[in-house]
């Protein structure tokens, strides 16, 4: 069965850093373009960062870009996200989500599967 | 960025009824146009895919429809476990966005 296991959630205050992690198993973590998507208490969905299968494309949301960096490390199966000078609106369960690209056109991009989510809390 | 919106934010049905949830993007995303539910406390999960496509292991009561600009999820009939939030999001151009939500619940 397809996994996804969200580490590194906690309280850090503004201007700090925070490293999540993503645990992949059940499929080849290799071969997959990965997620990162938050949710604000309360709120709705917003996409953070994407990184292809080779790491080779990387995008960041305007509200993140500069502060956060996203990686991964196929030979552990594993994805990252790298937050640093933190902001209280950066304060969120942020989700680690598998992409399935389709392989001909029209190349359909959506999130089959996704992890529980972790707690991100950026307060003093 | 494309901006999606959702009519209504805020649905009461009963078990049975058939419902109808309409997404709206800010310029034509083609069918690139995908639904998710969430549930209180618990992650995404996928519906629809390509605005029609149904994901492997959702049930065939839950439908979409449309294209270019608008768009349609559809519940033909309700069962206890569809109360939950249900997103729209494209995929057409990045970044990524998603429609604000709407919340179903029972009547």
């Known amino acids: 069965d397809v996994q996804l296991v969200e580490s590194g959630g906690g309280l850090v205050k503004p201007g700090g850093s925070l490293r999540l992690s993503c645990a992949a198993s059940?499929?080849?973590?290799?071969?997959?373009?990965m997620n990162w998507v938050r949710q604000a208490p309360g709120k709705g969905l917003e996409w953070v960062s994407s990184?292809?299968?080779?790491?080779?494309?990387?995008s960041y949301a305007d509200s993140v870009k500069g502060r956060f960096t996203i990686s991964r490390d196929n030979a552990k199966n594993s994805l990252y996200l790298q937050m640093d000078s933190l902001r209280a609106e950066d304060t969120a369960i942020y989700y680690c989500?598998?992409?399935?690209?389709?392989?001909?056109?029209?190349?359909?991009?959506?999130?089959?599967?996704w992890g529980q989510g972790t707690l991100v809390t950026v307060s003093s | 960025d494309i901006q999606m919106t959702q009519s209504p934010s805020s649905l009461s049905a009963s078990v049975g009824d058939r419902v109808t949830i309409t997404c709206r993007a800010s310029?034509?995303?083609?069918?690139?146009l995908n639904w998710y539910q969430q549930k209180s406390g618990k992650a995404p999960n996928l519906l629809i895919y390509?605005?029609?496509a149904l994901q492997t292991g959702v049930p065939s009561r839950f439908s979409g429809s449309g294209s270019g600009t608008n768009f349609t999820l559809t519940i033909s009939s309700l069962q206890p476990e569809d109360f939950a939030t249900y997103f729209c999001?494209?995929?057409?151009?990045?970044?990524?966005?998603f429609g604000p939500g709407t919340k179903l619940h029972l009547k």
């Open positions: 310029q034509s995303i083609t069918t690139y």
């Open positions: 999001q494209q995929s057409y151009s990045p970044p990524l966005t």
């Open positions: 390509a605005a029609s």
């Open positions: 059940g499929f080849s973590f290799n071969g997959y373009t």
């Open positions: 990184i292809s299968s080779s790491s080779s494309d990387i």
């Open positions: 989500a598998r992409v399935i690209v389709g392989a001909i056109p029209p190349r359909h991009y959506y999130s089959d599967y």
